[in-house]
């Protein structure tokens, strides 16, 4: 079975050094895939089968697993059997570790983070009372923000460090052999979309940079992200207009076509789709008004 790779538009369009999404969908995603990014993950609603690395094992409610940068891994959902509609959801914490070392070298010593993101190459499962303490805390850091968040980050990568409650789940550090071929292209493709989703992107010129004829190409990309072209670009946009809306100075409307959009009706429409809440409510909760958090969950 061979891997794909993925991008995830959070940390295309500026380097985040992690993100915490809930992912609803009726399906747990059947494609095997590596990605950059590390991965913590608690399984809420949804029983199955998990493949990470060479390791295959069953999963359901509160199983915690942790996938280290590039190792291929993919959750198949069980068949439920019953007239009740599947569902499959989840918390993932994504974790870009060059980000994180940049970020916090200035303040602790790196080198327990550094090997650990390297051993977790290997893939691993959480046990005891540590996996119900890294589940509690990646509940709570979905109505986080600021230093609360970094907080809940922390407490979670010093669990991950020290406890004895964990299970390396292959015998060696994993990179999938696909990686440096995906990587050829790839970069190329990122910067192209990084340098112009805020204005009329082509996805000629997409496919072009990519290497690929355009029919070919969006097949690529959907198997690269999980989206089609059109959908991973105004998820890029809705990020940065959520950075731009924390700010005073702009209208909602000069933020819509500041980040891309040249229809203020479709950039409200896709916000709300996108965050769960409208701009308005967005910027109404970053400025302390009333309680509207960002829900910031996935429902594809």
Request: with cysteine; charged share 20%.
């Amino acid at each position: 079975m061979k891997p794909i790779p993925a991008l995830l538009p959070d940390f295309i369009s500026h380097q985040q050094p992690f993100v915490v999404r809930e992912i609803i969908r009726p399906f747990f995603s059947t494609d095997f895939h590596f990605h950059q990014e590390c991965q913590l993950v608690c399984v809420l609603e949804g029983t199955g089968r998990r493949i990470i690395g060479g390791s295959v094992e069953p999963f359901g409610p509160g199983d915690v697993t942790f996938t280290g940068p590039n190792v291929p891994h993919v959750w198949y959902s069980a068949r439920a059997g019953t007239d009740d509609p599947p569902i499959a959801r989840s918390v993932a914490l994504y974790i870009y570790p060059p980000v994180v070392l940049e970020h916090l070298s200035a303040f602790i010593n790196p080198q327990p983070l550094t090997d650990f993101f390297r051993q977790s190459g290997r893939g691993l499962s959480l046990s005891g009372s540590t996996r119900g303490a890294v589940a509690a805390l990646l509940l709570q850091m979905q109505t986080e923000s600021g230093l609360d968040l970094l907080q809940s980050f922390l407490r979670i990568m010093q669990q991950l460090i020290t406890t004895t409650d964990k299970q390396w789940l292959n015998d060696e550090p994993l990179i999938t052999p696909y990686a440096n071929g995906v990587r050829q292209r790839v970069p190329r493709l990122m910067t192209y979309i990084q340098e112009n989703f805020r204005t009329e992107i082509s996805l000629q010129a997409a496919a072009s940079t990519a290497g690929f004829e355009v029919h070919s190409f969006c097949r690529y990309f959907k198997a690269l992200t999980q989206r089609t072209f059109s959908e991973f670009v105004n998820e890029l946009r809705v990020g940065f207009a959520s950075q731009l809306l924390q700010q005073n100075d702009l209208s909602i409307t000069q933020v819509g076509y500041e980040s891309g959009f040249t229809n203020i009706s479709y950039f409200n429409r896709s916000f709300k789709r996108i965050r769960g809440i409208t701009p308005k409510a967005y910027r109404q909760h970053w400025q302390g008004l009333p309680d509207c958090p960002p829900k910031g969950v996935h429902r594809r």
